[in-house]
């Protein structure tokens, strides 16, 4: 059973209310509580959110602590009954454009290593036909409003997907060599014009393929040189605790999400990692494995060629090695922060 009291509940992250309303029944050996009814706290405050009409903290839960790749859930859908009732267009067009920039980034990470990679392959059409399904549902959604100028953007889209083509992309038309600066100056203006992970990746990508080869190329070498630096103990405890464990595969996706937040994050990142706690929040919401797709999926855009990957030597974890059951002793004050 969960603790069900509307008292523990901010009604500003659903994460942390969430995250509240589990029932802790003891500690693992490194300290960090175990928790039970996961799901059902889920339910409940998601529902109490539901019933106050909270959509902003709801769209936010639901496009940062989800990957859509297999078609939406039914905590979506019930968001999208309630916000086409109170006609609120603009906010589901931002729940459905974060579900369909998470499904179309899944088919061209795919796509562009169809041909060395039998099981991506196999597994695009089905893939695609997720995609295009729940494009075609946003259309639904779209009539319903009359929204003539949203429709035709998205027939475009349906279209360049069901042929399996990108937008046609004009001869490189931003003459500048991509060197440290015009790397993070690219991040941030993704991120500013994103609501989520999924959207940031995409347009990073559409960026991207305003350059020459040469420099994309160069991109992905500047993104493997931080994915390195980031390669840290320190870093791998903090998304340990923060996420409830985090296998190397998820330590990779968090150091892209960390990337993702801007030079000034990743700076302070390498310095303390106490002093980006309260930027990093709980849960899944900090996996962005799709940034290092980007640069690849821009490459065959502009080439047709596959983006070799980079001859690199096996990343060293720097700093001093932690044991599971040594993590409460040797970061307090991080596990402190996220027994919320």
């Not at 490189?172 to 203006?189: A, G, M, Q, S």
Request: aromatic residues 10%; negative net charge; glycine residues 4%.
């Amino acid at each position: 059973m969960i603790e069900k009291n509307i008292n523990k509940l901010t009604f500003q992250n659903l994460n942390h209310d969430i995250d509240r309303c589990c029932v802790e029944t003891g500690e693992t050996m490194s300290g960090m509580p175990v928790v039970r009814g996961l799901d059902e706290a889920q339910e409940y405050v998601f529902s109490a959110y539901l019933e106050k009409k909270l959509y902003g903290p709801i769209i936010d839960y639901l496009i940062n602590n989800f990957t859509w790749y297999w078609g939406v859930n039914d905590y979506a859908e019930r968001a999208t009954e309630a916000l086409k009732q109170d006609g609120e267009l603009i906010k589901l067009k931002r729940l459905w454009h974060g579900v369909i920039a998470s499904q179309k980034q899944h088919f061209w990470a795919l796509h562009t290593i169809k041909d060395e990679a039998p099981d991506a392959k196999k597994s695009l059409p089905k893939v695609k036909a997720i995609a295009l399904q729940q494009m075609s549902r946003f259309r639904e959604i779209l009539t319903v409003f009359d929204d003539v100028e949203e429709l035709s953007r998205l027939d475009e889209e349906i279209g360049l997907l069901e042929r399996e083509e990108r937008r046609k992309i004009t001869p490189h038309r931003d003459p500048r060599k991509i060197d440290e600066n015009l790397f993070w100056e690219l991040i941030e203006k993704s991120r500013h014009s994103s609501d989520s992970v999924f959207q940031q990746i995409d347009l990073l990508v559409s960026l991207l393929e305003e350059f020459k080869a040469s420099d994309i190329k160069r991109f992905q070498k500047l993104l493997d040189e931080k994915m390195r630096d980031l390669y840290h103990w320190d870093l791998w405890a903090l998304a340990y605790i923060a996420q409830g464990g985090c296998s190397d595969d998820a330590f990779e996706g968090f150091r892209a999400w960390l990337i993702l937040q801007g030079r000034e994050m990743f700076e302070l990142a390498l310095t303390d990692i106490r002093k980006i706690l309260s930027k990093v929040p709980a849960g899944l919401g900090t996996q962005a494995e799709g940034l290092l797709s980007a640069a690849t999926i821009a490459y065959e855009s502009r080439t047709d060629k596959l983006l070799r990957p980079r001859k690199v030597s096996s990343y060293k974890l720097k700093g001093d090695q932690w044991e599971e059951h040594e993590i409460e002793t040797r970061y307090p004050e991080v596990c402190k922060y996220y027994r919320i």
